[in-house]
């Protein structure tokens, strides 16, 4: 489905508008996404969730949002969620700017380093607010429990090892490779035992990112939000420079290209150094990257993708993953 195919005076619109108490002036045009129906008006932006995978998700990000209070992460103020005929719906301000994926392409190097440096800047400050060391998403909970997957991502190290167990429950999996990488996650599970779990967004790229002449006016879609050590951050934001064209911000678009990213992980750090200063941060890159692969090979529907992921988990076994050759 196209931009085009959604007007802005749909029903579903109308109807979530009335439900958060908002008026229906003004224009609002709409975007497509991988989950949601979007409306970005003049004031606010309006999202509608009808695939019913996300259990809880604006409920989830409300309730982060509202831990955002007082802090200096930019973001978009909540304004209302709930849950209606046409499916869960969240309501928020809109932000001035547009989207970091929409404008890299454009941005000449000086401008992007800004945004970069910025984004290291909020980060920062995303990483100090006060968390409940057990937040997690409820369809995450929900997933971890034995219910089906509808994402992959973001990594919970301490359910690492429970992959390992519900892999070795699909059919015509390796038992040496899973014995294998049963032993490589205990030996690296001490990597991560003085941690202290913060706030961290767990979906950062380049289409959850509003900037605005050259600085992020604001971080967006806490659907994934949790607390986990710091650097899980990175898990996203290296995977999105390494393996960009895997990240477009919907179905129908193409992501950026790679080689216009390589300078991102060097201006992250500069901006925010303490996120790249992890003892063995390479190794907990890697466990990061064990924890998604095995989530696919253990839960992914399609035959082929569990393949590839086992594939990948054997050559993480031998020391290699989706960063080799990316400079960070």
Not at 49 to 56: A, D, E
Not at 125 to 134: K, M
Not at 234 to 258: M, V
Not at 267 to 284: H, I, K, M, S, V
Request: with cysteine.
């Amino acid at each position: 489905m196209t931009d085009g195919d959604w007007r802005d005076d749909d029903p579903a619109l109308r109807r979530t508008l009335a439900a958060a108490g908002l008026s229906a002036t003004g224009r609002f045009v709409p975007k497509a996404g991988w989950v949601s129906r979007v409306w970005v008006g003049d004031e606010y932006v309006v999202r509608l969730n009808n695939n019913g995978q996300f259990r809880g998700a604006y409920r989830h990000e409300a309730a982060v949002v509202e831990l955002l209070a007082g802090s200096e992460v930019p973001h978009a103020q909540h304004l209302a969620h709930g849950d209606g005929p046409d499916g869960p719906w969240y309501v928020s301000e809109r932000l001035p700017g547009r989207t970091l994926y929409d404008a890299w392409p454009a941005a000449d190097s000086r401008t992007r380093q800004a945004m970069i440096e910025s984004l290291g800047a909020a980060l920062r400050a995303l990483h100090r607010v006060p968390v409940p060391a057990d937040l997690l998403p409820p369809w995450l909970v929900d997933a971890l429990a034995g219910k089906p997957w509808p994402a992959f991502h973001p990594p919970v190290v301490s359910a690492t090892l429970q992959q390992v167990e519900a892999a070795s429950r699909v059919p015509g999996h390796d038992s040496r490779l899973l014995a294998d990488v049963s032993d490589w996650i205990q030996e690296r599970l001490p990597l991560f035992a003085a941690d202290v779990p913060v706030l961290v967004h767990g979906d950062l790229h380049g289409s959850n990112v509003i900037v605005d002449h050259g600085r992020v006016s604001g971080l967006i879609d806490f659907a994934e939000a949790l607390a986990q050590p710091a650097d899980v951050e990175l898990d996203t934001i290296l995977r999105w420079c390494a393996r960009a064209r895997e990240f477009p911000p919907t179905p129908d678009e193409q992501g950026l290209d790679e080689t216009t990213l390589a300078e991102v992980p060097g201006w992250l750090r500069g901006a925010y150094p303490e996120l790249f200063e992890r003892e063995q941060l390479r190794e907990r890159s890697n466990f990061y990257d064990m924890y998604g692969e095995l989530a696919l090979y253990a839960h992914h529907p399609q035959a082929d993708i569990r393949e590839a992921a086992q594939y990948r988990i054997a050559r993480l076994l031998s020391g290699h993953n989706h960063l080799d050759g990316l400079t960070w």
